[in-house]
């Protein structure tokens, strides 16, 4: 009893009219009790089974899905199981820039209003006329004590990320523009003409470049350190005396780390809703006084700039930017899950970043058209990005190299300042910034070359 089985391949067409087309070749084959036998043509063909797979390297940087169904056209008990086999990739092969936006433009929310209005409709009418549920931490006034950990890893991390940075600006230099916040990583700054800053215009948008410190390449987003998470909120005048903090600091100290200079109110029962913005402690006077409790984890310390060491050799640089990429990647992803829980918002005209339900009163905006909100902030949701800003920068293909050429700046690829300075000290890249890097990309030796690039 022979069974015949049908295999589907996908093959890349060859020819030059349409090189991005395919089509499906069916190979069917009979399979017999004790002999295998094909057709005489088919002796120069050498079949395989995953026909059109052996182009799988050049897919690996791509975000599509390449999926093969293979299916017998009669059942087979022995012989034959139907399979699936599935290529996926969750990196893009090369990506866009992120968008610049200008001090005149307001940024985008993270979710439309639509979508907004949308799921606050649907969440009245599921809510309609069941009981009223229980409210959950943080919005009762506890903190998760599962994130606890989490908040004193991406404390830690940041202090590593600082104290890595000061060593590793030691043996890579990054240049700073002395009239722009713009920066470049590498032997030479780039000569490209994108300055922004005062007399642009007479310089012809070339940038003026100098020495970089630590504040250029990880920027400080300071906030303001709430005593009361759930309290009243700043108002204008007190915006001189209440503290200023880093925004991850103040997020970590209210998830719940505990730091003696910045104390904060820490309930041990939830508070009691009696409208719809208002609400009262419970009482805690018959719970035992509260002890001092240690720190969870060891807080560790930033080194002052005179104890700063660079590094001996080649072999502890690469160390040095290993740990630096873990620590930037640790606070990145620590910090993202921490605002799933605690709100952190943004001023959609400026930089200005408040950690908490709501946003503070202050009026010290200072962007397009303050004069017509009278210097208030137009809170909106934070991103990540505007909590740890990546700061991009140009990649350098090869340090040892030429440096980059103003007419080929569309080969070149951008990558965030942190990730660009260990790439260049010797770590390798995680997956997620090669998009953007445009490593795949071949860059002309002359402008006549680039020139002749379709």
Not at 53 to 75: D, N, T
Request: charged fraction near 25%.
């Amino acid at each position: 009893m022979s069974v015949s089985a049908s295999i589907c391949c996908w093959e890349v067409c060859s020819s030059t009219s349409h090189p991005s087309y395919g089509k499906l070749v069916s190979l069917t084959t009979r399979i017999g009790p004790s002999t295998l036998s094909y057709h005489s043509r088919a002796k120069n063909l050498k079949l395989n089974r995953y026909r059109g797979l052996s182009s799988l390297s050049s897919l690996e940087g791509s975000s599509g899905k390449l999926k093969l169904q293979l299916e017998p056209r009669a059942p087979s008990r022995k012989f034959y199981q139907p399979c699936a086999l599935v290529v996926r990739c969750d990196h893009p092969q090369n990506a866009d820039f992120p968008r610049y936006y200008s001090r005149k433009e307001k940024k985008p929310f993270p979710k439309p209003i639509v979508e907004l209005r949308r799921a606050a409709r649907e969440r009245v009418k599921k809510n309609r006329g069941q009981p009223r549920k229980r409210i959950p931490p943080p919005k009762n006034g506890l903190i998760v004590k599962s994130m606890v950990p989490l908040a004193y890893d991406v404390l830690n991390a940041r202090v590593t990320l600082i104290n890595n940075l000061k060593r590793l600006l030691k043996v890579v230099k990054v240049h700073a523009c002395s009239y722009c916040n713009e920066i470049h990583v590498g032997p030479v700054g780039h000569p490209f003409k994108s300055c922004r800053g005062h007399n642009a215009s007479i310089r012809r948008g070339l940038h003026e470049w100098s020495y970089a410190i630590v504040e250029d390449v990880f920027l400080p987003v300071d906030t303001y350190h709430l005593y009361d998470r759930l309290g009243k909120r700043i108002r204008h005048e007190e915006r001189f005396s209440i503290p200023r903090v880093p925004a991850v600091v103040e997020l970590c100290i209210q998830a719940g780390v505990d730091i003696p200079e910045f104390p904060t109110k820490r309930r041990r029962k939830p508070i009691i809703r009696i409208g719809k913005r208002e609400f009262i402690d419970a009482d805690e006077s018959e719970l035992p006084d509260p002890v001092p409790e240690e720190p969870l984890k060891p807080i560790l310390t930033e080194i002052p700039d005179t104890e700063i060491v660079a590094p001996r050799d080649e072999e502890e640089t690469i160390l040095i930017a290993e740990e630096t990429l873990q620590a930037w990647e640790q606070m990145r992803r620590g910090a993202k899950k921490l605002m799933k829980m605690y709100h952190v918002r943004v001023c959609g005209y400026c930089p200005e970043v408040h950690v908490g339900p709501t946003g503070h009163k202050a009026q010290n905006c200072g962007a397009h058209k303050h004069q017509q909100r009278n210097g208030r902030h137009g809170w909106q949701s934070a991103v990540l990005d505007d909590l740890i800003p990546p700061r991009y920068v140009w990649h350098v293909p090869d340090v040892n190299g030429p440096p980059l050429q103003r007419e080929l700046r569309s080969f070149y690829g951008q990558a965030p300042a942190v990730v660009e300075i260990c790439a260049q000290a010797g770590a390798a890249v995680p997956d997620q910034y090669k998009a953007t890097m445009r490593l795949d990309i071949g860059i002309p030796t002359n402008l006549r070359e680039a020139e002749m690039v379709v």
